[in-house]
């Protein structure tokens, strides 16, 4: 069975560019989750759905960030302008239900120069 | 006041022993969950254990259990018989749901153990 699937897995861009991430969760998982990691702020969330209905935005940084989730097998985390403190590992995370384990992808290694 | 304390931030062990991970928690919520997760120098976050706060028993899946005491706001992270494999960062989570609608549990991290297995 497949598990979360995110693209790129490395994206390496310009300040000011725009920058998409993608993310497949889980089969039959109704429960999405945006992660963000860095060394100095470890683990984040910045953002969960739910039915693919936004329930919490309230990590999400500022308004260069937006996450959509047209269906229940897609979501994307875009970032615009890019900005080097962006520079991080974006997780995405699914999961049955809200209250439910859950299991991360891969991760995007995102760098801003 | 931080939600989830993981006090060791590296941990040597000799392969074939076990080794404790600690991690302690505070929240004001009677029902929450812990987790359990290993993150290898690949970057993965893989999924290790889970124990909930009704759970009579400490869970154990394999080589790995929770050490769980509720009294003191623990859920240490035993990893028998070490293997090279298990060098990777560990970081427990706790869900907590704080009246949330639609069934949404927050999981917080902590910052996190390196774990080091030497042959």
């Known amino acids: 069975d497949a598990g979360v699937i995110q693209s790129p897995r490395h994206e390496v861009t310009e300040m000011g560019q725009e920058v998409t991430l993608r993310c497949k969760p889980i089969?039959?998982?109704?429960?999405l989750f945006w992660y963000r990691q860095t060394m100095m702020r470890g683990l984040e969330l910045l953002i969960y759905?739910?039915?693919?209905?936004?329930?919490?935005d309230s990590g999400m940084p500022e308004d260069r960030f937006s996450a959509k989730m047209p269906n229940a097998s897609f979501s994307t985390l875009k970032i615009q302008p890019s900005e080097p403190r962006d520079s991080a590992v974006y997780f995405c995370?699914?999961?049955?239900?809200?209250?439910?384990?859950?299991?991360f992808g891969p991760g995007t290694r995102l760098t801003v120069l | 006041a931080q939600k989830i304390t993981q006090t060791q931030p590296g941990m040597f062990v000799q392969e074939k022993e076990a080794v404790t991970l600690d991690c302690t928690y505070d929240?004001?919520?009677?029902?929450?969950?812990l987790f359990w997760y290993k993150q290898p120098s690949s970057g993965e976050m893989i999924f290790l254990i889970y124990?909930?706060?009704?759970?009579?028993q400490n869970a154990t899946e394999g080589r790995y259990s929770l050490n769980f005491q509720k009294a003191r706001k623990s859920a240490n992270l035993v990893i028998s018989a070490s293997q090279l494999g298990d060098s990777a960062m560990y970081f427990c989570?706790?869900?907590?749901?704080?009246?949330?609608?639609?069934?949404?549990?927050?999981?917080?991290f902590g910052a996190g153990t390196r774990l080091a297995v030497h042959p």
């Open positions: 759905f739910n039915n693919n209905v936004p329930i919490d």
């Open positions: 124990q909930g706060s009704y759970d009579q």
């Open positions: 995370a699914s999961s049955e239900g809200g209250g439910d384990t859950q299991y």
């Open positions: 089969s039959g998982h109704n429960s």
């Open positions: 929240t004001s919520d009677p029902s929450y969950g």
């Open positions: 989570a706790m869900r907590e749901a704080l009246g949330r609608p639609g069934g949404y549990n927050k999981l917080i």
